[in-house]
DNA sequence: AAAGTTTGAGACATGGATGTCTCATTCGGA
DNA sequence: TCCGAATGAGACATCCATGTCTCAAACTTT
């Protein structure tokens, strides 16, 4: 039973990352709340796609906070973002899906101030010799969210264990972006 | 101006895949044919959706048998088979956006097809020696199958020259699935 | 216990995409 | 040139999700 917004937010992500076209009914029986108090919470449907649109990127960002991407090197940074964001991996996976969403001008805003600070994270690792350079930033920052999809994706259709994700992200990704020794 | 089936299903893949909602009008136009047209092709938008996705699992079959992934090590296998997925990369992101499709039986079926090939081509390398063995082959399928998806999306969305796709794909994920010497 | 608030269930109207139809036009073959 | 087939444009009807409303029930607060 999901009364506060956020809550019912996550169970809409439950929902819409597999079927983006589910219907409200199914989303509000997903949160345990009715249909009615659903629009009570969220204007219409649009309103509600955007939010959980809002809520992915503000999570996204918290998570490129806590792992302080700037700081220390950036093996170690993306280390840390790896464990920061694989909590909320249903959220990127929705975003990754949800294409529709970047006609909003206020989600496409925020999504590039995200993906800024993903792409200088590896344009700095490139620039201390820790990434890979054949490979570009810009490569690397997509290839690494379509893997943090991934992971939601595969923790949400019981294809992969939730404790097996952080390890199987970081381990794939870093192995194919750090630079051999 | 596409008139065959198939063809027109290239021009719905490559607004599907962004737009999941995209109204049959901007289908049809997209395909160069009257929204008459394309229902006398496909009977309706269900049917429509499906034969996208079978054509989509149907292509990789078809780079799964090009690739001859059954053959040679697993290493030079994968090489072959990131070449020829790369060229329809747009229909595997197509299908890995569209879970919609899982309700049908025999999309399942072919899905489970070529995820089984794909699945025990990784087993394979694992079993030779060639790919890491911490990583599940369950995890390497999906991570494969998620990053050319994403660079399907990356083409369409003007963030990834086409060239650059298959190096890319092959150098990041194989960084991250072979095991080190 | 009583008043006020919130919620759920359902009915209802609405809008818009879908599906079906007709008919004029165009294209292709004989 | 002529005929048949295919196409496009548009006009409908239909369906269904959405949005709005009401009212009773449950819950909260005092």
């Known amino acids: 039973m999901a009364t506060d917004r956020d809550s019912v937010l996550e169970a809409a992500v439950g929902v819409l990352s597999r079927r983006p076209t589910a219907h409200l009914d199914e989303i509000a029986r997903a949160a345990g709340i009715s249909r009615a108090t659903l629009h009570r919470l969220f204007p219409g449907r649009d309103a509600l796609i955007r939010e959980v649109g809002m809520l992915g990127l503000r999570r996204f960002g918290t998570a490129l906070d806590t792992a302080a991407v700037e700081e220390g090197d950036a093996h170690t940074a993306l280390r840390r973002l790896?464990?920061?964001?694989?909590?909320?991996?249903?959220?990127?996976?929705?975003?990754?899906?949800?294409n529709q969403l970047y006609d909003d001008d206020e989600i496409n805003d925020l999504w590039e101030q995200q993906i800024v600070r993903l792409h200088a994270l590896f344009l700095r690792g490139q620039q201390e010799g820790v990434f890979r350079v054949e490979l570009s930033a810009a490569w690397l920052s997509e290839a690494f969210f379509d893997l943090v999809a991934g992971i939601g994706w595969a923790i949400q259709d019981g294809r992969l264990a939730p404790r097996d994700a952080a390890f199987s992200l970081a381990e794939l990704f870093l192995g194919g972006a750090l630079r051999r020794p």
Not at 82 to 98: K, M, N, Q, S, W
């Open 82 to 98: 790896v464990d920061a964001t694989v909590p909320d991996a249903a959220l990127c996976a929705f975003l990754a899906g949800e």
